[in-house]
């Protein structure tokens, strides 16, 4: 066998053993799987329609169920979800344009994005719950 030919014993490059995560790969991974979490959001609300335009019982129950600790943090997590998903995009879309390319400028738009998600979910939720 030749030297060109023999298989060389190392791990391919980006490898999870050897690259660290960057806040840049994060969140856009983040992206991707809030992306999954309002699809899967929509079958969601998809049942709650079909109980809805069932019976009183079946409503209630759903109602239940979104009232209780669990349903609050599937519905709280699915709000941070649409945030998130949405300013990250409007981030990607100042990308497109060729603005915030620098590490610097990426890095401060990322974390503005997670803060702003985070507070935009918070008010959501106060206001949503007042006017229950």
């Known amino acids: 066998m030749s030297v060109a030919n023999r298989p060389v014993h190392r791990p391919l490059s980006p490898h999870l053993q050897v690259y660290r ?3 840049t790969s994060t969140l856009s991974i983040l992206h991707r799987a809030t992306g999954i ?3 899967l959001g929509v ?3 998809t049942v709650w329609v079909v109980c809805a335009a069932g019976s009183y019982e079946t409503y209630a129950r ?3 169920f979104n009232s209780s600790i669990v349903g609050r943090l599937v519905l709280g997590g699915w709000l941070f979800c649409m ?3 949405l300013f990250n995009g409007i981030r990607h879309l100042f990308w497109d344009m060729g603005y915030g390319f620098e590490i610097k400028d990426a890095y401060r738009s990322g974390w503005i994005v997670v803060a702003v998600s985070l ?4 008010i959501s939720w106060i206001v949503g ?4």
Request: hydrophobic residues 60%; positive net charge; without cysteine.
């Open 62 to 64: 759903f109602q239940a």
């Open 37 to 39: 979490a309002l699809s």
């Open 83 to 85: 945030f998130y998903h």
């Open 21 to 23: 995560p960057q806040l």
């Open 129 to 132: 719950l007042r006017l229950i």
């Open 119 to 122: 507070v935009a979910t918070a």
């Open 43 to 45: 079958l969601y609300l």
